[in-house]
């Protein structure tokens, strides 16, 4: 059974500040990998989705990499913003046939402190 | 682009009461999808949908049912609620099995 961990539970940085957040997964067998960011009582928003060919993908200040044999992957925020504090979490598709689906990792809650 | 619409977004309930969590989407995706969120469990996946007329469980079925008569809806039903089913209430649509999810903004739901 595929299982998705998220470490930090929670980080807290200053304005400013590039920083990482980081999900393994347990089965290196996937299809795809994507990050999400979840505002306070509010949906998954879709950053960025990586196929298990692609080593990274890019959008804006986000770079999400993929490193399926180490059943890892990290998330890459730029120049950090008040605005980026949400919670980040990250889900990989894996599995056959019916039983193909996307399994979660508990997420990371960033706080950027201006 | 309403996106994903999920209603309502809060209930409150009492054990033994059913009811239908709606979920609509207007993107013409095949894939619809229902998941729960719990703390500290991250999303468990409950029940998916590949197409109009196709259903299939997920990780966490018991005590929901659901179906799929249009491509617009995917309606969720709680049976006969328990206090173990209070969670936070998502469901999500996509083009296809390996194309980005989008998803509603959740149905806060109490069992009492």
């Known amino acids: 059974k595929q299982e998705v961990t998220q470490i930090p539970a929670a980080l807290s940085v200053p304005e400013g500040e590039n920083l990482v957040l980081n999900c393994s997964f347990t089965?290196?067998?996937?299809?795809?990998l994507q990050w999400f960011r979840q505002d306070p009582g509010k949906g998954l928003t879709s950053l960025l989705l990586?196929?298990?060919?692609?080593r990274e993908q890019t959008s804006g200040r986000l770079n999400a990499s993929l490193d399926k044999s180490s059943g890892r992957s990290t998330l890459y925020i730029a120049a950090s913003q008040p605005g980026d504090s949400a919670t980040y979490l990250c889900?990989?598709?894996?599995?056959?046939?019916?039983?193909?689906?996307?399994?979660f990792g508990s997420g990371t809650q960033l706080t950027v402190l201006p | 682009n309403a996106g994903v619409t999920q209603t309502p977004k809060f209930q409150v309930l009492k054990t033994g009461q059913s009811m239908t969590l709606q979920c609509a989407q207007d993107?013409?995706?095949?894939?619809m999808s229902w998941y729960r969120q719990d703390p500290g469990m991250g999303l468990r996946l409950i029940h998916y949908?590949?197409?109009?007329?196709?259903?299939d469980q997920g990780e966490v079925p018991n005590g929901y049912n659901v179906s799929r008569s249009t491509t617009e809806d995917f309606p969720l039903r709680l049976l006969s609620a328990a206090p173990s089913q209070t969670s936070v209430y998502f469901c999500?649509?996509?083009?296809?099995?390996?194309?980005?999810?989008?998803f509603g903004d959740g149905t806060r739901l109490s069992i009492l």
């Open positions: 999500a649509s996509s083009l296809g099995p390996f194309w980005p999810q989008h």
């Open positions: 990586i196929q298990s060919s692609q």
């Open positions: 949908s590949v197409g109009a007329g196709i259903t």
């Open positions: 993107m013409n995706h095949e894939y």
């Open positions: 089965d290196s067998a996937i299809y795809n």
């Open positions: 889900a990989v598709k894996s599995g056959s046939g019916s039983a193909r689906q996307l399994t």
